[in-house]
């Protein structure tokens, strides 16, 4: 584990004081006044920016692209809806109840609290008791081409 996948898992239960920190080594200039778990996150964004790296550029050109089109422009230019591809050694941060699931992506399964699992539907149901779609639980949403 990096130091700074170390400094992210540790972030639910530091100090906000210490984050703000980590804010400031970041040179992201005052720590903003979020609410704390809404703060945690950016922070924990930033650092993984920082550690793996941006949004590639074009994507942000298409995001700037869209966000500047008539509504229904943008509709009519959105590329047809492809299945989210998850790469080994992704992480999957969801907080319930007070609780971080943080699950390891790998090429054929899902790692999480050591147990491997053939699909994040499990590991949604073992966390919550009930029947989840597992890229739902975790947020994520098909993407567009």
């Known amino acids: 584990m990096s130091k700074i996948d170390t400094i992210i898992a540790a972030m639910p239960t530091m100090p906000r004081s210490e984050v703000e920190a980590q804010w400031g080594k970041l040179g992201a200039g005052e720590a903003p006044r979020f609410p704390d778990p809404l703060f945690r996150r950016l922070t924990a ?17 298409e995001l ?13 230019s959105r590329p047809p809806i492809m299945p ?5 050694g992704t992480r999957l941060i969801r907080e319930w109840n007070g609780r971080t699931i943080e699950v390891l992506v790998r090429d054929d399964a899902f790692e999480w ?3 491997t699992y053939k ?20 947020g994520m949403r098909t993407r567009r081409g």
Do not use: N
């Open 45 to 61: 964004q930033l650092l993984q920016e920082r550690r793996y790296g941006d949004v590639p550029a074009t994507i942000r050109r």
């Open 64 to 76: 700037a692209r869209l966000a500047e089109a008539e509504p229904e422009t943008a509709e009519k």
């Open 84 to 88: 989210i591809r998850l790469s080994d």
């Open 113 to 115: 609290e050591g147990r």
């Open 119 to 138: 699909s994040l539907s499990q590991i949604a149901r073992e966390v919550t008791g009930a029947h989840w779609s597992g890229p739902r639980f975790f």
